[in-house]
Structures are given as structure tokens and as C-alpha cells.
């Protein structure tokens, strides 16, 4: 059993940087691949990185490229969501999601979710 608990999330201005945590617990995190995902009001849940379970290879969404960098501590037990230049169209309640030796690049492909964290950004 995994549970992911988000952090980080606040309020931004354009331009600002955030830096989101995924903490989990449970000894076989090292196990599991991680995926941020992000969900605005009234729009679906979209991929937006990931990071295999070694670390070795990371996967962003085209819009975010180039501004977030994912990232992972496996003897902390965290994953992270460096966000820079935000702008006013990142603003959505961010989710981290766990898969056993896998990227989950969707809801349905994850064994584990977290409870989100909202990230607002103001122009």
C-alpha cells in the first residue's frame, strides 16, 4: 500500500516559480514510477510529467516543456514538480499518481492517486 500526500501549492504571480512535493509512504516506493497530473475547473484531468521508478527518464506534457522539471529523492520518499515561469493557464488542482514499475500517464494506468494541491497563478 502507497499513500501519496501533495504539497506545495499556493498562490503565484506570471513569471513566478512553485515547487510541488508528492510524499509517500510505504517502503517500495523506489518501486513505482510517479506522474503529476493536473485538472482545471471544468476541464479533464490531464498528464502532465512523470518519472520512471529509477529515475532514469522523465516525461513532460508539450506545454509544460522547458518550465517544470520533475524530479525524485528515493531516500526521501518524494517526488517533485519544479515549476518555473508559471503562467495563468498552469492554475489547476495538481495530483501525483503512483504506478508499480510504470509512468502513469493516466488516471486508469495508476495504482496509487493523491488528494491534489491547488496551484493558482494570476496574470
Known amino acids: 500500500q502507497v499513500q501519496l500526500i501533495e504539497s506545495g501549492g499556493g498562490l503565484a504571480q506570471a513569471g513566478d516559480s512553485l515547487r510541488l512535493s508528492c510524499a509517500a509512504s510505504g517502503r517500495t516506493f523506489s518501486s513505482y514510477g510517479v506522474g503529476w497530473f493536473r485538472q482545471a475547473p471544468g476541464k479533464d484531468c490531464i498528464f502532465v510529467a512523470g518519472?520512471?521508478?529509477?529515475?532514469?527518464?522523465?516525461y513532460y506534457t508539450e506545454s509544460v516543456k522547458g518550465r517544470f522539471t520533475i524530479s525524485r529523492d528515493n531516500a526521501k520518499n518524494t517526488v517533485y514538480l519544479q515549476m518555473n515561469s508559471l503562467k495563468p493557464e498552469d492554475t489547476a488542482v495538481y495530483y501525483c499518481a503512483a504506478a508499480y514499475k510504470a509512468v502513469p500517464v493516466a488516471r486508469s494506468t495508476s495504482d496509487y492517486w493523491g488528494q491534489g494541491t491547488q496551484v493558482t497563478v494570476s496574470s
Open positions: 518519472i520512471t521508478w529509477r529515475g532514469d527518464s522523465t
